[in-house]
């Protein structure tokens, strides 16, 4: 740290994003991507026209992956905001609408404390009830910026739509933040209850059910006036913030969406397998409506089967904070990937 840097970020932490290791080929189960490619469509879209229009400015405005994702999920237009990831979207919600507070689970997406700290937004973290679930209850009534992960990360746990109804009407004087980075592996959706609601603020991403993690795309739905608000800030710090290529291949993917949402239920049929087997191995699995499984056996520390299953080539993630350093999130791949990473626990463990 330079003896420059604004005082404000001075003691800030900030994220830690999962590995990305070069050293050698792993089974890379640790940061929740798509095993499978994007489709053809995307393929096919950064063509030369795309490349040559690099050269002028991009679409501030998104247009038309706001038409084509306002036709796909049956909003209007106005009522869709885009970014460069999720990520960009959680801190503009933090830094548009964290004035007064903002409240989240204790144990869940890692990013949420960093955006409060970032703008100064007073966090109440909620712890999660000893089966890891969210008690909606303990959101009534705080008035503030509520941040949920529906399904939450890393326990894989789902809220129902009556549930997370209840948290927003709960809170008219407050934003909710419904994040849905996981919502395509088996969840409902809480969109449909923007029209109802002009205080939430639902947040997509085309990095884990759509294979576009590197192409950093994220997208959000909310009444026109919260859309409007997060486009205030956009044009106050970076009006280009999705690139040309990425506006192309967002749009592309779209063309061709039953690809993705046929390998999402690939990845649920997967996930399951995973749960069933490691259940059979004696490990407690969470009930994960995600693309990954959240699971801890007795017979070995989480870091230690974590440090196991590197050393076999398999990389999973493992958090140290204590309510949750047994467990270990495992990124559901193929079958092959899922396969290995059974076996490669019985062998570990020395079952069978
Ligand atoms: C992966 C993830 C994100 C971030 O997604 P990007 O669009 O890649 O920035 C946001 N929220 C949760 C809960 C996630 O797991």
Known sequence: MSRYLNSRYAEME??????????????????????????????????????????????????????????????????VYLAGGSDDILNFAFMAFGEKGSVYPAISYGFYSVFAALHGSAAEEIPLEDDLSIDPSKYYGKNKLVVIANPNAPTGLLLGLDAIEQIVVSNPDGVVVIDEAYIDFGGESALPLIEKYDNLLVVRTYSKSRSMAGARLGFAFGSPELIADLEKLKYSTNPYNVNAMTQAVGLAALCEDDYYMQNCRTIIENREYTATELRRLGFTVTDSKTNFVFAKTDKMSGAELYRRLREEGILVRHFSTPEICEYNRITVGTLDDMKATVSAIKKILELE
């Open 14 to 79: 900030a994220y830690v994003p999962g590995e990305q290791p070069r050293d050698k080929k792993y089974i890379k189960l640790n940061t929740n991507e798509s095993p499978f490619p994007p489709s053809r469509s995307v393929l096919e879209a950064i063509d030369r026209a795309v490349i040559e229009d690099l050269r002028l400015y991009c679409d501030p405005t998104c247009r038309a992956l706001r038409e084509k994702l306002g036709e796909i999920y049956s909003v209007s237009p106005d009522c």
